[in-house]
């Protein structure tokens, strides 16, 4: 893989354990970078330490090691921006989500993400600057409660409940995601947009419609960083819409208008209310 550019058809999601196919890649791109999917299919999970602008993801790392909450990784890898993997065993039969802390600066790559991983490089400032192993961990490995590890970096206030029908039906998100992992090319971008502003309207916290969406737009052959950038416009749109817009002409521009089925409610008024950002 280079940056921002894919070697096969489908990215990282092409990835395969296959001699014969690894070594007609390198034949073909022998300078390539090499990625790594996390999750169950090559049993790693990373925690992702940033470091980018004021945010300093080594801070919350530090926190999160005084509380007993990522010990027992297997080995540490630094990044060209200064940051770093912790690269842990992923939990045998247990779906572990990719997921963000942004405020925090510490992401998870779990089921559908993806690391990259030494002796890649990259180009910084006009130098190439590489992943390389910091340290192996000699003792005893441990898996990773990601979800726990969520809780303690970006806790989330409980979800609030209500009688109105169109919160109501945050019940069809499943059906949601199946339908935006289901677009094909030319139209996943533009269905990952209106997917995230329909969970906006609706109340859905931006963290939330990232967990709920990231599977599946990647399903689609999205990456993470556009799939990142695509819910966080489509949450700064949503926040700035009025709400006395008009769903007539909304649902004309929609891609499910047909179903309806997510639709905003018409059968009564509602408060003006305002999406929370990523």
Request: glycine residues 10%; charged residues 20%; aromatic residues 6%.
């Amino acid at each position: 893989m280079k940056p921002g550019a894919r070697q096969t058809e489908h990215g990282f999601h092409d990835a395969t354990a296959d001699p014969h196919q690894v070594e007609t890649w390198w034949r073909q791109h022998p300078g390539a970078n090499i990625g790594v999917p996390t999750g169950a299919p090559s049993g790693m999970v990373v925690v992702d330490v940033d470091v980018h602008g004021p945010v300093d993801g080594f801070h919350a790392f530090s926190r999160a090691h005084r509380a007993g909450l990522v010990d027992g990784w297997q080995f540490l890898v630094s990044t060209p921006s200064g940051g770093m993997h912790a690269c842990y065993p992923a939990t045998p039969g247990e779906v572990q989500r990719s997921w963000q802390a942004s405020r925090a600066g510490v992401d998870f790559r779990g089921d559908g993400g993806y690391v990259v991983v030494p002796p890649s490089e990259v180009s910084t400032g006009g130098a190439a600057v590489g992943y390389r192993v910091r340290q192996i961990n000699t003792g005893p490995s441990s898996m990773l409660d990601s979800d726990r590890l969520r809780d303690f970096l970006d806790p989330r206030p409980t979800p609030r409940r209500s009688a109105s029908p169109d919160v109501a039906r945050q019940a069809d998100v499943t059906r949601l995601a199946a339908w935006v992992a289901a677009r094909g090319e030319g139209e996943r971008n533009r269905g990952l947009f209106w997917a995230a502003c329909r969970l906006a309207e609706n109340d859905v916290p931006a963290s939330d419609a990232l967990d709920v969406l990231s599977a599946a737009a990647s399903d689609a052959g999205l990456g993470e960083r556009e799939i990142t950038a695509t819910v966080r416009s489509a949450y700064r749109t949503a926040h700035s819409r009025t709400r006395d817009s008009s769903t007539t002409s909304e649902q004309a521009s929609s891609p499910l208008a047909t179903d309806g089925w997510f639709a905003r409610d018409t059968t009564g008024a509602r408060s003006p209310s305002r999406a929370r950002g990523l």
